[in-house]
C-alpha cells in the first residue's frame, strides 16, 4: 500500500498517525475528496477546491485549558422536528498545542462487541490518511470499547492531546456521551451515527439519513405518476422515522398515504401482518361471492366470467400504489415471499425500499424485482472497494466509506494549518463536499444531505434508474 509514496507513518501507543515525508501528487488524482461549489463548471481537482475555502488573518489562539467532565449517562429523548430545532451557537475550534500541528480525533471501537466494523471503519481511515494526508496533519486514533463510557475515555485523551476536530464515534450513546466534553472544548464532533438522538449543538452526523433515503424515493415515484402509497415497516424508532419522512415526502408530492403497517420489531411469523395489509379476507371474500353469483346463473355469458375468474386469488384494487417496505435482510425477504401469496401483486403496485435493500443479492426475491430504492451512485463506492480490497484483500462493510469521506474531509481542511476550518461555518458550507458516497452536506440543525441516485432491482443484479446530482 505504501508503494511510490516517499513518506513516513509513525504509529504510536496511543496510536496517533502522521506524515512526515513528502505526498505524492498522484494519489489526488486517484482518490479525490472534492469541494463542491455552483461557481465552478463541475467538480474540479481537490487542491483547486480547497482554495475556495475561507481563510483567515486573526492569529490563532491558545485554547483556554481543557477540563475533564464527569461521564453521565446519556438521555435518550428523542429529538423534536427539524423544523424546529433552534440555530446552532457557531463552534470555532482553536488548536491547542502552538506547534504548527492540526489534530483530528479518531473515535473507533476497536474492541468489543463491535469491533469488526471498527476496524473496517480504521482500516478505510488509513486508506484516506494514506490518499490526503500531509506533513502538519496528525490522526489520533483511539478505542471507544464499543460502550459510551469507553467513547467518553477515548475522547477525554483525544482532546488532552490537543484535536481540534472530532471523527466517530459510532453508536448514538457513545455521541452522547462525547459531545458535552467536545462542546466544552469548542471541538466539533463528526459522528459516524444517522441517529437524531445524538444531535447536540456541536455534532454533525455523518451516517447515511433514512430520512433522506425516502425522500429521493418517493419523490422520483411520484415523478413516475404514482400518487397512492402505503408504508409498512416496524413499530420503533427506525419505522417511525421512516414513516414520518413517508408523510412528508407524500404531501410535499402532492401524494396520499393511504395506509400504514407497524409490527412487532422482533416478529418473525408476517402472515398475519401481510394478511392484514393486503386486506386478503375481504378480497378473498368478495372473490368467492362473485363465484357463487356466477355459478348460479345459466348461461354462457356466466361461464365466460367464470373462467376469467379461475386464477385470481381476490377481487378489488387496493388502495396504494406503491408501498414504502422499512425492512432488510432476513424481515425482508419473510415480507417479500408472502406479497404475492396475500395477492399483493409487484406487477401492479411498485415495491420501495430504503438504504437496507443496498445490499448484494437484493435481486434474488421475485417480489422485490423491479423495486426502488435511493443509494449512493455505485461507481464511486465501486472504485473504494476496488481500493480497499487492493490494500487488505478483502471486501469493506457498508460503514466503511464514512470513515474514509471524514478522515480525508478533515486531512484537506487541515491542510492549511488552520483548525478554523473545521468550524460550523465552513462544515455547513451550502455547496458541501463530494466523497466516496457522492455529495453531501451537513445541516445547521446538524444532519446531513445526500445526492442520492434511485436504483432498480433487477434479477440478481440493480441498474441505476435516476442518477445522483453532480451538485445541491
Request: charged residues 20%; glycine residues 8%.
Amino acid at each position: 500500500m505504501t508503494s511510490g509514496i516517499n513518506a513516513g507513518l509513525k504509529y504510536k501507543r496511543n496510536k496517533l498517525f502522521s506524515w512526515q515525508g513528502a505526498f505524492v501528487a498522484a494519489a489526488i488524482l486517484t482518490g479525490s475528496l472534492l469541494t463542491t461549489g455552483c461557481e465552478q463548471p463541475g467538480l474540479g481537482l481537490l487542491n483547486h477546491e480547497v482554495n475556495s475555502i475561507p481563510r483567515t488573518t486573526k492569529p490563532i489562539k491558545p485554547r483556554p485549558p481543557y477540563t475533564r467532565v464527569p461521564h453521565q449517562q446519556p438521555q435518550q429523548a428523542a429529538l423534536p422536528p427539524q423544523e424546529d430545532v433552534q440555530p446552532r451557537r457557531t463552534i470555532t475550534p482553536r488548536i491547542q498545542l502552538e506547534d504548527g500541528i492540526v489534530r483530528v480525533g479518531l473515535l473507533l471501537p476497536t474492541s468489543g462487541t463491535n469491533a469488526r466494523w471498527g476496524r473496517d471503519l480504521l482500516n478505510a481511515a488509513q486508506l484516506a490518511l494514506f490518499d490526503f494526508g500531509k506533513p502538519g496533519f496528525e490522526l489520533l486514533i483511539h478505542d471507544t470499547k464499543g460502550t459510551p463510557e469507553g467513547a467518553a475515555e477515548a475522547a477525554d485523551q483525544a482532546l488532552e492531546e490537543g484535536a481540534s476536530l472530532i471523527l466517530g464515534p459510532l453508536l448514538s450513546s457513545s455521541v452522547q456521551a462525547v459531545s458535552p466534553m467536545a462542546q466544552q472544548a469548542g471541538v466539533n464532533v463528526l459522528a459516524f451515527s444517522n441517529n437524531q438522538a445524538a444531535l447536540a449543538e456541536n455534532v454533525y452526523l455523518l451516517g447515511f439519513m433514512p430520512s433522506e433515503e425516502v425522500k429521493r424515493v418517493v419523490s422520483y415515484a411520484a415523478s413516475r405518476g404514482i400518487t397512492n402509497f402505503a408504508v409498512l415497516g416496524p413499530d420503533n424508532a427506525y419505522g417511525r422515522t421512516i414513516l414520518q419522512a413517508a408523510r412528508d415526502a407524500v404531501e410535499n408530492s402532492g401524494g396520499n398515504l393511504t395506509q400504514v403497517s407497524l409490527y412487532d420489531p422482533y416478529l418473525t411469523d408476517f402472515n398475519n401482518t401481510i394478511r392484514s395489509l393486503a386486506d386478503y379476507d375481504t378480497r378473498r371474500a368478495n372473490l368467492l361471492t362473485q363465484r357463487e353469483k356466477l355459478e348460479a346463473r345459466p348461461g354462457e355469458v356466466a361461464e365466460r366470467a367464470l373462467k376469467r375468474l379461475e386464477n385470481l386469488q381476490t377481487i378489488g384494487e387496493l388502495p396504494f400504489e406503491a408501498l414504502l417496505i422499512a425492512a432488510g435482510g432476513k424481515q425482508l425477504q419473510s415480507i417479500a415471499a408472502l406479497l404475492p401469496f396475500y395477492d399483493i401483486d409487484p406487477n401492479k403496485v411498485r415495491m420501495l425500499g430504503t438504504g437496507q435493500w443496498d445490499v448484494a443479492g437484493i435481486g434474488t426475491e421475485p417480489a422485490l424485482i423491479g423495486g426502488w430504492y435511493a443509494a449512493p451512485q455505485p461507481e464511486a463506492r465501486q472504485r473504494f472497494i476496488a481500493h480497499f480490497k487492493e490494500a487488505y484483500g478483502r471486501q469493506p462493510s457498508r460503514l466503511a466509506t464514512l470513515a474514509y469521506d471524514s478522515v480525508a474531509l478533515s486531512a484537506v481542511l487541515g491542510r492549511q494549518g488552520n483548525s478554523e476550518n473545521f468550524s460550523t461555518s465552513v462544515l455547513t458550507s451550502a455547496s458541501g463536499f463530494a466523497g466516496r458516497d457522492g455529495i453531501f452536506r451537513f445541516t445547521h440543525s446538524g444532519t446531513n444531505e445526500r445526492g442520492l441516485a434511485v436504483m432498480e432491482v433487477q434479477n440478481r443484479t440493480v441498474k441505476v434508474v435516476s442518477p445522483s446530482p453532480d451538485s445541491f
